[in-house]
């Protein structure tokens, strides 16, 4: 009878359960502190996190989690509302976000909500109370803020926040640690985001630094898309004239490199620098152009950038085929040298010993593991072009294509 009794108790309990969420149930882990596949330029979109966003069953345990519900609610909507309305809406509508913003609570355990309200308020500023308060928060509470305290969607708004306030030197860390979060072409986007935010504010070193990472991220998997990356960003940090500096912290990768035309940017980044030493360049020297060329007496093919050229050699040692594999920029004035890597371990060293306005000499010079294996004095003229047999490879050999401009202090 006992037994029968408790049967129908426990029936009765699970049909009056039937179709009402457990407070206790497991939800799984919580998805906006895990991976992020948005980008910065665009708003709100992964598929997972807006259905999450709307289930009505979520049972979501701590006041700080409540809120960035809350707040990302209205992240998502701000694209549909009338986006200056956003905060005005959290403000009347939340007193929890009414008491966070205005101090009435103490702000601790409350980071992931307040960086992404920090974010909320730096997006909006239809005045200035939305860019006071942003500022309040930061050097109030969040200035103190490690990267490791932060994951998902908060690092993610908190470090596009930093950025479109400026606060580049800042945002640096947090951008390192969000790659943990995103997809590597995702991160890259982000990245290229935060390079125009740097240019943006002036800020050049912290612009290179980006420029590393970019590099650092993407050659080893999404080599096309770093490309179209560094490509694109080039024109702009022309602009900000900070070329000679930007030449400097692509050099490590693009010495490694054996083909200057395996990546678009390469070639782009020396047109650049030419002009850049032809704008700037000094009294008394000489702007020279060098190409190391790879000939094939076998393979028939012809560098892009040689096309329209004449034939290096005057068809003196009949090869069929020419590559650039490096292509350099250099000013320099008389006993400067300058040195450039060549293919199979080779360094070229290239020194005006005579300048004058329309002529002058280099001494070339080639070593590989410090021993010097070719020198030569190369008699040039302005303007010309001088070509010059290096070490042989394969079935050909390198070619040094020289040119000169002269600059001579006007009198």
């Known amino acids: 009878m006992k037994s029968t009794t408790l049967k129908l108790l426990i029936l009765l309990l699970l049909s009056g359960c039937a179709g009402q969420p457990m407070k206790n149930a497991d939800q799984g882990p919580d998805p906006l502190r895990g991976m992020v596949r948005e980008r910065f330029d665009q708003p709100i979109s992964d598929p997972l996190i807006l259905a999450w966003l709307n289930r009505s069953d979520l049972q979501l345990n701590g006041r700080d989690r409540?809120?960035?519900?809350?707040?990302?609610?209205?992240?998502?909507?701000?694209?549909?509302?009338?986006?200056?309305?956003?905060?005005?809406?959290?403000?009347?509508?939340?007193?929890?976000?009414?008491?966070?913003?205005?101090?009435?609570?103490?702000?601790?355990?409350?980071?992931?909500?307040?960086?992404?309200?920090?974010?909320?308020?730096?997006?909006?500023?239809?005045?200035?109370?939305?860019?006071?308060?942003?500022?309040?928060?930061?050097?109030?509470?969040?200035?103190?803020?490690?990267?490791?305290?932060?994951?998902?969607?908060a690092l993610h708004f908190y470090t596009k926040a930093l950025l479109l306030n400026g606060k580049i030197e800042a945002a640096i860390p947090f951008l390192t640690r969000l790659s943990q979060f995103k997809p590597t072409d995702y991160f890259l986007d982000d990245l290229a985001y935060a390079l125009s935010c740097s240019l943006s504010a002036k800020n050049t070193s912290h612009s290179l630094k980006i420029i590393e990472i970019i590099l650092e991220t993407g050659m080893a998997t999404h080599p096309d898309k770093t490309d179209q990356i560094l490509c694109a960003a080039l024109p702009h940090l022309n602009q900000a004239g900070i070329f000679e500096q930007v030449e400097q912290a692509l050099s490590p990768f693009v010495d490694q490199q054996t083909d200057a035309n395996e990546y678009r940017f390469i070639p782009l980044m020396q047109k650049y620098l030419g002009d850049f030493i032809t704008a700037k360049r000094r009294s008394n020297s000489?702007?020279?152009?060098?190409?190391?060329?790879?000939?094939?007496?076998?393979?028939?093919?012809?560098?892009?950038?040689?096309?329209?050229?004449?034939?290096?050699?005057?068809?003196?040692?009949?090869?069929?085929?020419?590559?650039?594999?490096?292509?350099r920029y250099f000013q320099l004035v008389k006993m400067e040298s300058s040195k450039m890597p060549m293919p199979d371990g080779y360094w070229l060293t290239v020194t005006p010993v005579e300048l004058s306005a329309y002529d002058g000499k280099l001494d070339i010079a080639i070593r590989k593991d410090g021993n010097l294996v070719f020198n030569t004095l190369v008699k040039t003229l302005d303007d010309g072009v001088a070509v010059i047999g290096g070490p042989q490879i394969n079935d050909g050999m390198l070619l040094l294509r020289i040119q000169t401009d002269f600059h001579k202090e006007d009198q």
């Open 286 to 327: 000489v702007e020279v152009h060098i190409q190391v060329i790879l000939t094939s007496k076998k393979d028939s093919f012809m560098d892009q950038n040689l096309v329209g050229t004449a034939d290096p050699t005057n068809g003196d040692l009949h090869f069929k085929g020419y590559r650039v594999l490096k292509d």
């Open 66 to 153: 409540k809120l960035e519900y809350a707040i990302l609610h209205e992240l998502v909507n701000m694209e549909a509302k009338n986006q200056g309305r956003a905060v005005d809406r959290l403000w009347e509508n939340n007193q929890a976000f009414k008491k966070l913003v205005s101090g009435e609570i103490n702000r601790d355990g409350y980071e992931y909500p307040l960086a992404e309200t920090y974010y909320l308020l730096s997006s909006v500023q239809t005045s200035s109370w939305e860019k006071d308060t942003a500022e309040k928060l930061y050097q109030q509470h969040l200035k103190e803020i490690q990267p490791n305290i932060l994951a998902g969607y």
